[in-house]
């Protein structure tokens, strides 16, 4: 029989509560419905008023993955939705405004993904990102040197940065910014990653093709078009063991020297925001938003 519980005046049945997601480590259902509980409280804010894509993974990471951008069927009544543009069509997609509808989604067993724009303002992005993806035999270490020289690229035209993991092998660089449009944000992003590409010759491409990819960390600019959409602060990762994409300190980016130092798992969460709260918060402050030159 699935377990009914209230949250928050609202009727949820949580199903499946004992099957083992992570295998690696036994992680269950459960226990990531606990997880997304503990942490509602950022991850909402990050969530709030952008349209949410599902990464669903109902079997664990090695079971069938799939993206889902309309709203599910089955979908409560009471969980908030939005028509969003889009170029094949306008769709009718999510969003996750309380911790009813956070658990909800979460009893689906998905990664959250969301754009860098916020609904009532399609297109018009507040934030910039840069997802730095380690091309074997580079690391996280070496996406950590790319971060940091990107931080002060950014900091040069005024603009704040603050990192988080991915949850996979690499790093995100955010940034907050007074609206604008995210092809002009792409742009920008470009721009840097290219001169990422010569300043630290050898080590970086701004190019995704794979052949160029080896050794070097892939400096991801378009994940600021406006179609795209980037794993939230936070969430869980469909991946061998439970791990987040989680905050850090500029200080843990310039301290790596090991992969495993920034290998965060949902464990690993609560104490982190009991010591720093949300490093990311200042993404949350309209008023932090930087201008591009």
């Known amino acids: 029989m699935t377990p009914i519980t209230e949250v928050e005046g609202r009727r949820l049945a949580l199903s499946n509560l004992e099957k083992v997601l992570y295998p690696a480590t036994g992680f269950t259902k459960g226990e990531v419905l606990h997880y997304y509980a503990t942490v509602a409280e950022p991850l909402l804010a990050h969530l709030h008023n952008r349209p949410l894509s599902f990464l669903r993974y ?5 079971g069938q993955v799939f993206f889902a951008k309309n709203v599910p069927p089955g979908t409560p009544d009471w969980v908030r939705t939005a028509e ?6 306008p769709a009718r997609m999510v ?3 309380d911790l009813a509808s956070l658990m909800w989604a979460a009893n689906l067993v998905t990664e959250f993904h969301t754009p860098q724009w916020q609904v009532d303002a399609p297109g018009e992005a507040d934030r910039l990102v840069f997802d730095l993806d380690p091309g074997a035999p580079a690391t996280i270490v070496e996406c950590c040197e790319v971060a940091l020289w990107l931080r002060e690229r950014l900091a040069a035209d005024g603009i704040a940065a603050y990192a988080k993991t991915s949850g996979s092998k690499g790093l995100h660089l955010l940034a ?3 609206p604008t449009p995210s092809k002009e944000v792409t742009a920008y992003a470009k721009e840097l990653a290219v001169e990422a590409e010569r300043a630290l010759q050898g080590r970086v491409t701004h190019r995704m093709t794979k052949s160029l990819r080896g050794g070097r960390v892939f400096v991801d600019w378009s994940q600021n078009a406006a179609r795209k959409t980037t794993a939230t602060p936070y969430t869980l990762r469909a991946r061998a063991e439970p791990t987040v994409s989680a905050p850090v300190t500029w200080e843990e980016v310039a301290g790596c020297t090991d992969p495993a130092e920034l290998g965060l798992r949902a464990a690993d969460i ?4 009991e010591r720093y709260g949300d490093l990311l918060a200042p993404l949350l402050d309209p008023c932090r938003g930087g201008a591009l030159p």
């Open 58 to 62: 109902p079997d664990g990471p090695d």
């Open 84 to 89: 969003v543009p889009r170029s094949e069509g």
């Open 95 to 97: 969003l996750i405004q």
């Open 176 to 178: 907050a910014l007074a």
């Open 270 to 273: 609560v104490p982190r925001l």
